[in-house]
């Protein structure tokens, strides 16, 4: 149960993070159809590598569990930002797309990829302390939602 519901807080951040910078485009095109549809790929399979840790999350192979739940994570922060660049072209952008929210966005999703990759790496020296990279970039993520 505690799976479903990391899946289900990891998924609905996502979302939240989705929308928000989508209430800032007025157009798309497909490149944005695209990088979207990645996305999404990537967000429906949050839940496979959380039930894979769940279930050897006590076992000796804990380690390899938890560097494939976080490396999940490099993928979906890499897909997030080319996601970003291509919704915030400015002939997508709306006419009252707050471009101190675009800045915001681009610095802190720059920060994703690295830090899901040490988790990810820090995986295979303890499974508690890639888990511990990725709660707190969840809480991060959560606490720097905007609109």
């Not at 289900?8 to 800032?24: C, D, G, K, Q, S």
């Not at 497909?30 to 949050?46: A, D, E, P, Y």
């Amino acid at each position: 149960y505690l799976a479903l519901a990391t899946s289900f807080f990891t998924v609905l951040i996502m979302w939240m993070h989705h929308h928000a910078i989508l209430r800032n485009v007025h157009r798309t095109d497909s490149r944005l159809h695209f990088s979207n549809g990645c996305l999404l790929l990537l967000i429906t399979f949050v839940p496979y590598p959380t039930s894979v840790l769940a279930a050897y999350l006590q076992t000796p192979a804990a380690k390899t569990a938890a560097a494939f739940y976080a490396g999940t994570f490099v993928l979906v922060a890499i897909s997030f930002s080319i996601f970003i660049y291509g919704a915030f072209r400015p002939h997508l952008l709306s006419k009252n797309a707050s471009v101190k929210f675009i800045e915001a966005t681009h610095r802190s999703y720059r920060m994703g990829p690295p830090l899901y990759l040490l988790a990810t790496l820090a995986a295979f020296i303890d499974a508690r302390l890639s888990l511990g990279i990725c709660t707190v970039l969840w809480i991060y993520w959560a606490a720097v939602i905007r609109n």
